[in-house]
């Protein structure tokens, strides 16, 4: 298992869940959900190094049967985005199948309303990162797939 925090991020169209583990790879914790629009990138930037983060775990959102829709290319245009803005600590994709509805299902009867959807977007995140991890640390290999960001400027 390498060693270094990493930052879980769950995008939404609206919200970003950030989530984070500790240095030993071992346990995934919520860390903030972050308004999606303006500065979004720069504030996951500010939390990376808050964090002394090593690496970006982002969820790729795909269909039930593995394939990608518009959901899948709105997070890797976002990935690829952060990518730049971060470089050249590394982002990686991985699968987040059944990821909000787990944390939905974690969350069941408890807070409401808008506070509850923040709060389900860091736990999406929490997901996120939590399987990759214990994915890395079954195979020895780091989890899903490296974004290689293109030569273009971030203006956020």
Do not use: C, W, Y
């Not at 970003?16 to 999606?36: N, Q």
């Not at 987040?96 to 995140?125: F, H, I, N, P, S």
């Not at 797939?145 to 956020?156: A, S």
């Amino acid at each position: 298992m390498r060693h270094g925090v990493r930052l879980g991020v769950d995008p939404g169209d609206a919200r970003i869940g950030v989530a984070r583990s500790d240095p030993s790879g071992v346990l995934a914790t919520p860390v903030e959900t972050v308004r999606r629009g303006k500065g979004d990138l720069r504030r996951i930037h500010q939390l990376l190094t808050a964090e002394n983060a090593v690496e970006v775990v982002m969820g790729l959102p795909r269909s039930l049967s593995g394939g990608e829709g518009p959901a899948a290319v709105k997070t890797r245009v976002f990935a690829e985005r952060l990518a730049r803005r971060i470089a050249p600590v590394p982002v990686r994709l991985v699968d987040e199948r059944l990821t909000t509805v787990t944390a939905e299902a974690m969350l069941r009867d408890q807070r409401k309303g808008a506070k509850r959807r923040a709060v389900v977007d860091q736990v999406a995140a929490v997901v996120i990162l939590q399987q990759a991890l214990d994915a890395e640390r079954a195979t020895g290999t780091p989890p899903g797939e490296l974004v290689t960001p293109m030569d273009e400027e971030t203006h956020d």
